[in-house]
């Protein structure tokens, strides 16, 4: 999922002047500047100081910023909020004059980490339940090697005297047999 967004981003990629983003997301250049400047980490962005465009993620930002403030929030209050809701660009502040700004995407958003903590709110679920499982194996398998350990070192009764019964029914077929070569050879 996060791949795919950030294919789509790459080739989708606009740049825009602040005169630009001005006229796409109504909100006046002043303002527009002083959102960018209170939260830089948020867009990204290309060129000199004078010449800077923006990628087109950050009419998005712009706006619910913009949003936020109508809204009665103070800054704190809108940085707390579109941190959960934008990722951060990092800049890798090795460049020319004449360079462009290169800068990475997070690696996650809060989508991304919110999906997360569902797949693995599910994963430990079903670990529980294994474990579960586990400790009841294992004491099965406990009482049947204490059932096993006192059977050979008692047994039951009816096994005694099946044992006899088989011993005693036994007597007999032996003395016919003594009898018969004790008679054959006298």
């Known amino acids: 999922m996060m791949n795919e967004r950030r294919k789509v981003m790459i080739s989708i ?4 002047s602040i005169a630009e983003l001005a006229e796409k997301t109504r909100i006046s250049e002043p303002s527009l500047r002083r959102y960018i ?3 830089h980490p948020y867009f990204m962005s290309k060129g000199g100081n004078r010449a800077k465009k923006y990628d087109s993620t950050a009419i998005d930002v712009l706006l619910r910023i913009k949003k936020l403030y109508d809204a009665g929030y103070e800054t704190i209050g809108v940085a707390d909020v579109i941190k959960h809701e934008f990722p951060v660009i990092i800049n890798d502040n090795k ?3 004449t360079e462009e700004s290169h800068s990475a995407r997070a690696l996650a ?3 991304d980490v919110t999906e997360l903590k ?3 709110t599910e994963v430990n679920q079903k670990l529980a339940k294994q474990e579960e499982f586990n400790a009841l194996l294992i004491q ?3 009482d049947q090697n204490r059932f096993i350990k006192e059977a050979l070192e008692n047994p039951p009764p009816l096994l005694l005297e099946k044992k ?3 011993e005693e029914a036994a007597k007999p077929a032996k003395e016919l047999k003594k009898r018969f ?3 054959l050879f006298k």
């Open 109 to 111: 958003t809060t989508e």
């Open 181 to 183: 070569w004790s008679r």
């Open 95 to 97: 460049r020319d004059k």
């Open 13 to 16: 990629q606009e740049w825009y």
């Open 118 to 120: 569902k797949v693995l």
């Open 37 to 39: 400047t209170k939260f």
């Open 140 to 142: 099965k398998l406990e």
């Open 164 to 166: 006899t019964d088989e």
